[in-house]
């Protein structure tokens, strides 16, 4: 902690290591603040907004708020500097994460060391796929407060990260990093990549990348094999349409998702009645998920679907496999496969 | 009473009945798809476990029956309630009976007692709807002012309300309190024929325990000396009606959450045409009130909203209002 409070000094190291891990000349000329799924904003506003409290705490930043009428440029420049000059030292060693998805990640690809602090969602078997990792961490609620007596040298967040929290967390001058859920297969990449840029591990997020890319690629079916037929069923009643990363899986998976013929959203509720007369072959529905009931999860368990196994292959997912898309999308993509495998066979002969 | 006016009011009954039966056949042609439904009943009928006869069956068919057999429960427990209470503002929602109906069944489900042991969900309804109702004769039993009841209801309301919040909040599912919106305004949605098997027996038992009491009812508005000098065993008639209604009420709750404002609104627009007798507004309430949350569930399917609007929504809208008249009639005719 305390060599690196003299670089949190410096100006925000942050935007120039939110690029792409290998630092490039056109990565760090090209250092701008609207990367989509990080807010490379967030610490330089730390600068700006900081009470005089902090400054107290932490002189160094004094320099920081000079710095918000200084070109991008400038703070790029500074930001490849450092990058260039000494990546190690830009390791945060006080990790918090206030999200299940950023949790994920952190437990992916942080030393387990300098994480300070997970959710208490991270540890659920049921609901994460790192639990088993998670389970020595202390857990937080989410909350500002509970990030500050960490201590934190940066807050992860994600897009559900109440604004108040947010806010909460810049004006007491924590660096905060938010990563939104992607949607696309190449925005889990780039996320990956800008997640281990931001904690001092590009070198793991690439390799995380491509080991993701190559086992997916090995999951996956022939693109050019029959389709079958698909429509998923969510809790409350949601599916899941086209333009969606769920939708870019199921195409992994030799599957066509429906909700694409019935004009439906990205995510949106569809009543059961309609499912049933969809004459789908495959419908993928979230396994239960472990622990206590809700009337969300108990649609899933309306005799209906039973009785529709009958006429199509009921297909149960757990949903942490997608809930924060990742490395875990390649089990999903096999499970889909493995189940849906004799029916892909049946349909090649036809 | 004339030999005609009886017939007139046979007539009334057949009507409502009659009326109530056909929208509730009807809606079994309305969904969010197209088929035909006499296909599919022919194929149900004759044992093909085809598509379309699932979804009439498994689908259409439960939510019929629920929004008839939950109408009919709203509307009798209503009429039951104003003739023990001889108060024409009192209805399960409005005195928190409902309200707290949806804490029992919510203290059952997300326990999980209910997964354990079903009858759990429907029971836990009743005792959370029994409790209410005595607490209410507690604090606003026989003949309290209109004031003291509706007070008595707002307390009851809060309370139950905070509980049902505070046992969702207490889940450990992430979806659990989310739901609160369901057990406070109810909803057709996706209901199963399980559930059918495990409210419609108790909701009968409870309308029979209420329709027994009409003659006790109406001798109850000549005054309770009168009427125990008549031979009714008063505080018999109070178990039973305040029994019968929790039972009624309480499962409906437990598989629909509190839909509001039946109760209230249909024994008032019916009372004129019984000759204002408690008695005769039973039955008659009770048809009303299937005819009438059945084309207000056939509105929501109708109505072009995603998510599906929740019923107790729409009868709020039209019933809140209707207490709201009722309330400033009540102002203007006590100086």
Same mark, same amino acid.
């Given at each position: 902690?305390?060599?690196?409070?003299?670089?949190?000094?410096?100006?925000?190291?942050?935007?120039?290591?939110?690029?792409?891990?290998?630092?490039?000349?056109?990565?760090?000329?090209?250092?701008? +603040? %609207?990367?989509?799924?990080?807010?490379?904003?967030?610490?330089?506003?730390?600068?700006?907004?900081?009470?005089?409290?902090?400054?107290?705490? %932490?002189?160094?930043?004094?320099?920081?708020?000079?710095?918000?009428?200084?070109?991008?440029?400038?703070?790029?420049?500074?930001?490849?500097?450092?990058?260039?000059?000494?990546?190690?030292?830009?390791?945060?060693?006080?990790?918090?994460?206030?999200?299940?998805?950023?949790?994920?990640?952190?437990?992916?690809?942080?030393?387990?060391?300098?994480?300070?602090?997970?959710?208490?969602?991270?540890?659920?078997?049921?609901?994460?796929?790192?639990?088993?990792?998670?389970?020595?961490?202390?857990?937080?609620?989410?909350?500002?407060?509970?990030?500050?007596?960490?201590?934190?040298?940066?807050?992860?967040?994600?897009?559900?990260?109440?604004?108040?929290?947010?806010?909460?967390?810049?004006?007491?001058?924590?660096?905060?990093?938010?990563?939104?859920?992607?949607?696309?297969?190449?925005?889990?990449?780039?996320? /990956?990549? +800008?997640?281990?840029?931001?904690?001092?591990?590009?070198?793991?997020?690439?390799?995380?990348?491509?080991?993701?890319?190559?086992?997916?690629?090995?999951?996956?079916?022939?693109?050019?094999?029959?389709?079958?037929?698909?429509?998923?069923?969510?809790?409350?009643?949601?599916?899941?349409?086209?333009?969606?990363?769920?939708?870019?899986?199921?195409?992994?998976?030799?599957?066509?998702?429906?909700?694409?013929?019935?004009?439906?959203?990205?995510?949106?509720?569809?009543?059961?009645?309609? /499912?049933?007369?969809?004459?789908?072959?495959?419908?993928?529905?979230?396994?239960?998920?472990?622990?206590?009931?809700?009337?969300?999860?108990?649609?899933? %368990?309306?005799?209906?679907?039973?009785?529709?196994?009958?006429?199509?292959?009921?297909?149960?997912?757990?949903?942490?496999?997608?809930?924060?898309?990742?490395?875990?999308?390649? +089990?999903?993509?096999?499970?889909?496969?493995?189940?849906?495998?004799?029916?892909?066979?049946?349909?090649?002969?036809? | 009473?004339?030999?005609?006016?009886?017939?007139?009011?046979?007539?009334?009954?057949?009507?409502?009945?009659?009326?109530?039966?056909?929208?509730?056949?009807?809606?079994?042609?309305?969904?969010?798809?197209?088929?035909?439904?006499?296909?599919? =009943?022919?194929?149900?009928?004759?044992?093909?476990?085809?598509?379309?006869?699932?979804?009439?069956?498994?689908?259409?068919?439960?939510?019929?029956?629920?929004?008839?057999?939950?109408?009919?429960?709203?509307?009798?427990?209503?009429?039951?309630?104003?003739?023990?209470?001889?108060?024409?503002?009192?209805?399960?929602?409005?005195?928190?009976?409902?309200?707290?109906?949806?804490?029992?069944?919510?203290?059952?489900?997300?326990?999980?007692?209910?997964?354990?042991?079903?009858?759990?969900?429907?029971?836990?309804? $009743?005792?959370?709807?029994?409790?209410? =109702?005595?607490?209410?004769?507690?604090?606003?039993?026989?003949?309290?002012?209109?004031?003291?009841?509706?007070?008595?209801?707002?307390?009851?309301?809060?309370?139950?309300?905070?509980?049902?919040?505070?046992?969702?909040?207490?889940?450990?599912?992430?979806?659990?309190?989310?739901?609160?919106?369901?057990?406070?305004?109810?909803?057709?949605?996706?209901?199963?024929?399980?559930?059918?098997?495990?409210?419609?027996?108790?909701? $009968? $038992?409870?309308?029979?325990?209420?329709?027994?009491?009409?003659?006790?009812?109406?001798?109850?508005?000549?005054?309770?000396?009168?009427?125990?000098?008549?031979?009714?065993?008063?505080?018999?008639?109070?178990?039973?009606?305040?029994?019968?209604?929790?039972? =009624?009420?309480?499962?409906?709750?437990?598989?629909?959450?509190?839909?509001?404002?039946?109760?209230? $609104?249909?024994?008032?627009?019916?009372?004129?045409?019984?000759?204002?007798?408690?008695?005769?507004?039973?039955? =008659?309430?009770?048809?009303?009130?299937?005819?009438?949350?059945?084309?207000?569930?056939?509105?929501?399917?109708?109505?072009?909203?995603?998510?599906?609007?929740?019923?107790?929504?729409?009868?709020?809208?039209?019933?809140?209002?209707?207490?709201?008249?009722?309330?400033?009639?009540?102002?203007?005719?006590?100086?």
């Amino acid at each position: 902690m305390s060599d690196l409070t003299g670089l949190m000094a410096t100006p925000s190291p942050w935007p120039g290591l939110s690029r792409p891990s290998t630092p490039s000349r056109q990565n760090c000329v090209g250092v701008t +603040d %609207n990367d989509v799924s990080l807010q490379p904003e967030a610490p330089v506003q730390n600068g700006s907004e900081r009470s005089r409290a902090d400054g107290r705490d %932490n002189p160094g930043h004094h320099d920081r708020s000079k710095l918000r009428p200084v070109k991008l440029l400038y703070r790029a420049f500074l930001a490849c500097l450092i990058l260039f000059a000494s990546p190690a030292l830009a390791k945060p060693t006080r990790l918090v994460s206030l999200n299940q998805c950023t949790d994920e990640l952190a437990l992916r690809l942080a030393d387990p060391e300098n994480i300070a602090s997970v959710t208490w969602l991270a540890q659920d078997a049921g609901n994460a796929n790192m639990a088993l990792a998670a389970r020595d961490k202390p857990a937080n609620q989410g909350t500002a407060e509970e990030a500050m007596a960490y201590r934190p040298d940066l807050v992860l967040v994600g897009a559900f990260t109440p604004p108040t929290t947010r806010a909460m967390l810049k004006q007491i001058g924590a660096p905060v990093a938010e990563f939104d859920p992607p949607e696309t297969l190449a925005q889990v990449r780039q996320q /990956i990549r +800008d997640f281990a840029a931001v904690i001092g591990e590009p070198a793991r997020g690439e390799a995380l990348v491509a080991e993701m890319d190559r086992d997916l690629d090995a999951a996956s079916v022939d693109p050019r094999g029959p389709k079958l037929k698909t429509i998923i069923l969510r809790p409350n009643g949601y599916t899941i349409g086209p333009g969606s990363l769920v939708d870019e899986l199921l195409a992994r998976a030799g599957l066509e998702n429906m909700a694409a013929r019935l004009d439906i959203g990205t995510y949106e509720q569809i009543s059961l009645e309609r /499912i049933a007369d969809l004459d789908a072959d495959v419908l993928i529905a979230n396994s239960e998920i472990a622990g206590a009931p809700s009337l969300a999860t108990e649609g899933l %368990n309306h005799p209906i679907v039973a009785a529709l196994s009958h006429h199509m292959r009921v297909v149960a997912l757990p949903a942490r496999l997608w809930t924060c898309p990742g490395p875990a999308l390649v +089990d999903a993509v096999k499970q889909l496969v493995a189940a849906t495998r004799d029916l892909r066979a049946l349909a090649q002969a036809r | 009473m004339t030999p005609g006016a009886d017939k007139a009011h046979a007539g009334l009954l057949l009507a409502l009945g009659f009326a109530a039966f056909a929208v509730a056949l009807a809606s079994l042609f309305v969904g969010y798809v197209h088929f035909d439904v006499f296909t599919a =009943a022919r194929d149900a009928l004759a044992g093909r476990d085809s598509i379309e006869a699932l979804a009439l069956v498994q689908l259409r068919l439960p939510r019929a029956i629920l929004g008839a057999s939950i109408g009919f429960t709203l509307g009798l427990s209503g009429a039951a309630m104003q003739g023990l209470l001889r108060n024409p503002l009192a209805d399960p929602g409005v005195i928190g009976v409902s309200g707290g109906a949806a804490f029992g069944a919510v203290a059952a489900f997300y326990t999980g007692l209910s997964a354990a042991f079903a009858l759990a969900l429907p029971l836990g309804g $009743v005792a959370g709807a029994i409790l209410s =109702a005595l607490a209410l004769y507690g604090l606003a039993g026989r003949g309290a002012g209109t004031t003291t009841l509706i007070l008595a209801g707002v307390a009851i309301n809060s309370f139950t309300g905070a509980l049902t919040s505070l046992a969702l909040n207490l889940s450990p599912n992430p979806y659990a309190v989310f739901e609160i919106m369901f057990w406070l305004m109810g909803s057709l949605a996706d209901r199963s024929l399980p559930q059918v098997a495990l409210a419609l027996p108790l909701m $009968v $038992v409870g309308w029979i325990a209420m329709l027994s009491s009409a003659r006790a009812l109406d001798a109850l508005t000549l005054g309770e000396d009168t009427a125990e000098s008549l031979g009714f065993d008063l505080r018999r008639l109070r178990w039973k009606l305040v029994a019968g209604s929790a039972l =009624a009420v309480g499962a409906s709750v437990a598989v629909a959450g509190a839909i509001g404002f039946v109760g209230l $609104v249909v024994p008032h627009l019916l009372r004129p045409w019984v000759g204002h007798r408690p008695g005769r507004l039973l039955l =008659a309430s009770g048809f009303g009130g299937a005819l009438a949350l059945v084309v207000a569930d056939l509105g929501v399917r109708v109505l072009p909203l995603q998510p599906e609007l929740k019923l107790g929504v729409l009868t709020a809208l039209v019933g809140a209002p209707f207490l709201l008249a009722l309330v400033f009639r009540a102002r203007r005719d006590e100086p």
